[in-house]
Nanobody, 119 residues
């Protein structure tokens, strides 16, 4: 199973970006999907997550600015980021809890995509 993330880049404060992540490989189903980020010198933190049923969870710092969504048929998860702030600058990682064809559950991470917000 591989997770491929895309959509990072450089944006001015107040701008928007959309991150996308697609899971591929031997997948029976995907439970929780989410986005995490890691800023220089800081620990990786949860940004937003979404269950297969569509229930979402957001970090307080991004509530009302970011929206997570997923397409279960396409095994994708997106993160729409609006009103970006310099403190949102980080490498963003896609994460998925995948049920394989063996019916066992594994957690996979994408390689990360850099988001830089200039002031």
């Amino acid at each position: 199973v591989q997770l491929q993330a895309s959509g990072g880049g450089l944006v001015q404060a107040g701008g928007s970006l959309r991150l996308s992540c697609v899971a591929s490989g031997s997948i029976f189903g995907i439970n929780n999907m989410g986005w995490y980020r890691q800023a220089p010198g800081k620990q990786r933190e949860l940004v937003a997550s979404i269950t297969s049923g569509g229930s979402t969870n957001y970090a307080d710092s991004v509530k009302s600015r970011f929206t997570i969504s997923r397409d279960n048929a396409k095994n994708t998860v997106d993160l729409q980021m609006n009103s970006l702030k310099p403190e949102d600058t980080a490498v963003y990682y896609c994460r998925a809890v995948v049920v394989g064809v063996t019916r066992y559950e594994f957690t996979y991470w994408g390689r990360g995509t850099l988001v830089t917000v200039s002031s």
